[in-house]
């Protein structure tokens, strides 16, 4: 599967901004489908992610409460909606596709990444 991140852009702290990320390639429902973060200087960091069907979310504690993950299997697109963005929240965030097996959390058990986009907070 192919997987391009898009909606990064320069916010303010406060606002708020949603990163969609578009599959294409084998049936998009078939995985889990999650977030990741780099901030400059910083390992590549677990955000969210979403079961195959949508009904289940899971969310790092950072972020729990301010970003909702969903899916639309429709569409072959996974969303991430963020609100009250801060300054620690500014780095390159990627999608990410793996099949339903093992921890939804560690970033080495995805077998598909997308090619990031750049979210920036200015405080």
């Known amino acids: 599967v192919q997987l391009q991140a898009s909606g990064g852009g320069l916010v303010q702290a406060g606002d708020s901004l949603r990163l969609s990320c578009a599959a294409s390639?084998?049936?998009?429902?078939?995985?889990?489908m999650g977030w990741f973060r780099q901030a400059p200087g910083k390992e590549r960091e677990f955000v969210a992610a979403?079961?195959?069907?949508?009904?289940?979310?899971y969310y790092a504690d950072s972020v729990k409460g301010r970003f909702t993950i969903s899916r639309d299997n429709a569409k072959n697109t996974m969303y991430l909606q963020m609100n009250s963005l801060r300054s620690e929240d500014t780095a390159v965030y990627y999608c990410?596709?793996?099949?339903?097996?093992?921890?939804?959390?560690?970033?080495?058990?995805?077998?598909?990444w997308g090619q990031g986009t750049l979210v920036t907070v200015s405080s």
């Open positions: 979403t079961s195959r069907n949508g009904g289940y979310t």
């Open positions: 990410a596709a793996k099949v339903p097996v093992g921890d939804f959390n560690w970033r080495g058990g995805y077998d598909y």
């Open positions: 390639g084998r049936t998009f429902s078939s995985y889990v």
